[in-house]
């Protein structure tokens, strides 16, 4: 079997494009792009080697982008991307994790091997895999260079999603499914939380009987009893009991796109107090979702849950949604649009948010949410699964 990228070379050529327009009204002439969700969303390239410096070089003046990363990853991007074999250039492995030497260093040979070395270079500032020892390599190697602040760049052109996106985000709805119902099924008095949390992970990577998974940026979030008064936690070692609120935020994955989904479980009768959150905040969800659609603002539709919880027992400070796609760890969200005040940013067509107005209180917490797409028309969920806190 030989892996080729899972989008037509069209496809790769047309987000190339939109990014250097980008870069041309943004006064940048090279682009070093360090995020990995990037680098696979204008290149096909997918392996586990982000633990050490990788990237691409995009040039105005070049149709193929550079590939370069660790030698021993080089047949990994000849296999999942569709550059050519002179885009693709290895470093050596005295470069890996040295006092001596840095990637970066390698880079800039690169820069100046393309003519860069004098040029406006914009980077990754603010992204988890470009650091500040990638910085100073840059800034001491090309001191002719201007380097400028490209963060975010190109999650910015990835916000609207194509067909086969939204086709592939669609495959991993339908194995979030099976993951969440999976997750109920198995938590029971007396189950231990880390043999629940297996059979979620198994559930992740096994799939559907159509197509197979693929690990998600974030771990199962399924903390139970006092623990859901937080956010992002997960499991422990101890065994379900009777009255055990669990929160479940999970996700399906298929080629790098998420479907994530939260829902809150119980185990026995609900309390009061449980009941009036959970009510207060599925009223509201359902509500933005109604709400929802082509020329809103991110601030709008937060406004509209604002409003929708007004007189309930639900209190939230945090963001109530955000865009979402093509990611790898540690976070499944683009880091764009978010659903709260002061986001001025118009959704259209091919926007896709996880709508997730968890909340958390002193004593427990409640997580419902949906991952919808904007349409023409207004918005559609990707999963279908009852919109309800779970009774078990």
């Known amino acids: 079997m030989n892996p080729k990228p899972f989008f037509t070379i069209e496809e790769y050529r047309s987000r190339l494009a939109k990014t250097r327009e980008t870069m041309y009204r943004e006064g940048i002439e090279t682009l070093l792009v360090t995020d990995p969700a990037n680098i696979n969303y204008l290149s096909g390239y997918d392996g586990w080697s982000f633990y050490v410096h990788q990237g691409l070089i995009i040039l105005m003046d070049r149709e193929e982008p550079i590939w370069f990363g660790r030698m021993q990853d080089s047949n990994g991007a000849k296999l999942t991307t569709y550059l050519s074999d002179d885009s693709i250039r290895g470093y050596q492995d005295h470069y890996v994790q040295s006092n001596l030497r840095h990637p970066m260093d390698f880079v800039a040979d690169l820069l100046m091997e393309f003519g860069s070395e004098k040029k406006r270079l914009g980077v990754e500032t603010d992204n988890y895999y470009f650091t500040g020892q990638?910085?100073?390599?840059?800034?001491?190697?090309?001191?002719?260079?201007?380097?400028?602040?490209?963060?975010?760049?190109?999650?910015?052109?990835?916000?609207?999603?194509?067909?086969?996106?939204?086709?592939?985000?669609?495959?991993?709805?339908?194995?979030?499914?099976?993951?969440?119902?999976?997750?109920?099924?198995?938590?029971?008095?007396?189950?231990?939380?880390?043999?629940?949390?297996?059979?979620?992970?198994?559930?992740?990577?096994?799939?559907?009987?159509?197509?197979?998974?693929?690990?998600?940026?974030?771990?199962?979030?399924?903390?139970?009893?006092?623990?859901?008064?937080?956010?992002?936690?997960?499991?422990?070692?101890?065994?379900y009991e009777k009255g055990d609120l669990v929160l479940l935020e999970l996700a399906g994955n298929v080629h790098r796109y998420h479907a994530p989904l939260s829902r809150t479980l119980i185990i026995g009768p609900p309390p009061a107090q449980l009941t009036e959150v959970a009510k207060g905040v599925i009223d509201g969800l359902n509500k933005v979702l109604d709400f929802i659609k082509p020329g809103v603002t991110g601030e709008e539709v937060e406004e509209t849950w604002r409003k929708a919880i007004s007189g309930t027992k639900v209190v939230k400070e945090s963001r109530m949604g955000y865009a979402f796609g093509n990611n790898y760890p540690p976070d499944w969200g683009e880091h764009t649009v978010s659903l709260r005040p002061g986001d001025k940013n118009v959704l259209v067509p091919g926007v896709t948010i996880h709508v997730m107005p968890g909340v958390w209180l002193d004593e427990f917490g409640f997580e419902c949410s949906e991952p919808i797409v904007v349409t023409e028309t207004g918005c559609e969920c990707f999963v279908n699964f009852p919109r309800q806190l779970i009774v078990k």
């Open 134 to 239: 990638c910085f100073k390599s840059l800034y001491e190697n090309l001191p002719e260079a201007t380097i400028m602040d490209a963060n975010l760049l190109v999650n910015w052109v990835r916000l609207i999603k194509s067909p086969q996106e939204i086709a592939y985000m669609q495959k991993a709805a339908r194995i979030v499914e099976k993951v969440m119902q999976t997750a109920i099924d198995v938590i029971d008095i007396g189950v231990r939380e880390g043999e629940a949390a297996g059979e979620v992970v198994k559930a992740q990577l096994v799939g559907t009987s159509e197509y197979t998974g693929d690990y998600t940026s974030i771990m199962p979030i399924m903390p139970s009893g006092l623990r859901t008064s937080t956010a992002h936690l997960s499991w422990v070692d101890r065994r």
